[in-house]
């Protein structure tokens, strides 16, 4: 089992940076990926950015350039540095962990509670 705690959302106005966390704790050796994802109203959730253990990134185009994912290994913590935020960037952020390949593709086993970007104009 792996549990995940998201913190450091908020309200920001467009433009300004935002720092959201991950603290993964459990079963720590089975993470073999973590992600971000987010799910604004209406919408239906996307990857944002995912980060495998070997340190291999991707992002979504519409946070390639803005948005930074990282880890810190010692403290079992994954971040999602988002600058330049635009107004579409608000959503609910989730975290994810441990990584499988479907037939629909990659999902992810655990899911953090979420954490709230609101992005204002």
């Known amino acids: 089992q792996v549990q995940l705690v998201e913190s450091g959302g908020g309200l920001v106005q467009a433009g300004e940076p935002l720092r959201v966390s991950c603290a993964a704790s459990?079963?720590?050796?089975?993470?073999?990926?973590m992600g971000w994802y987010r799910q604004a109203p209406g919408k239906q959730r996307e990857l944002v950015a995912g980060i495998t253990r070997g340190g291999t990134t991707n992002y979504a185009d519409s946070v390639k350039g803005r948005f930074t994912i990282s880890r810190d290994n010692a403290k079992n913590t994954v971040y999602l540095q988002m600058n330049s935020l635009k107004p579409e960037d608000t959503a609910v952020y989730y975290c994810a962990a441990v990584r499988r390949l479907t037939s629909r593709g990659y999902e992810y086993d655990y899911w953090g509670q979420g954490t709230q970007v609101t992005v204002s104009s």
């Open positions: 459990g079963s720590i050796a089975s993470i073999n990926a």
